[in-house]
């Protein structure tokens, strides 16, 4: 961007240091007043015409950068909306990885609860068992 503001101003310059140097040869120069103002009134009308020339230029020129911002502003907006979709998809494969290992444990703690039950059950037959035999003795 540095390189296009150093150019608007070589154009301003330039522009501006023509119409001041074509202003200063047309006073000095030694001519009668009709030919003076005949070629102030020429060199007015090619300032003019300068100015509407740059004028397209510069019309031009912000269309295209319009463009190419527009573009690049397409192009980040396509990235950032792959990026997302794609951390989504990440997530949602965490997330099913997670919650897959979460009832995988879960399973593994009721297997075992059920185990545990199953023994103190056994242990609790046992006991009862053992009660019985006593009071038979």
């Known amino acids: 961007m540095g390189d296009e503001i150093n150019s608007k101003d070589f154009i301003i310059g330039t522009l501006i240091g023509g119409m001041v140097g074509a202003s200063v040869a047309l006073l000095f120069a030694p001519k009668s007043g009709r030919e003076l103002r005949e070629n102030l009134n020429e060199g007015a009308i090619q300032a003019k ?5 740059w004028k397209d230029v510069a019309q031009e020129k912000g269309s295209e950068l319009k ?5 690049k502003g397409s ?20 997330k099913a990885a997670v919650t897959k290992t ?5 399973a593994d703690v009721k297997n075992k609860g059920d185990e ?7 242990v609790a037959e046992a006991v009862a068992d053992a009660a019985e ?5």
């Open 75 to 94: 192009e980040l907006k396509k990235k950032a909306k792959d990026s997302t979709g794609k951390i989504e998809k990440d997530f949602a494969d965490k």
């Open 116 to 122: 545990a039950l199953d023994a103190v059950e056994d």
């Open 102 to 106: 979460v009832q995988e444990k879960k």
């Open 49 to 53: 015409d300068m100015a509407y020339e």
């Open 133 to 137: 035999d006593l009071k038979g003795k």
């Open 67 to 71: 463009e190419v911002a527009y573009d």
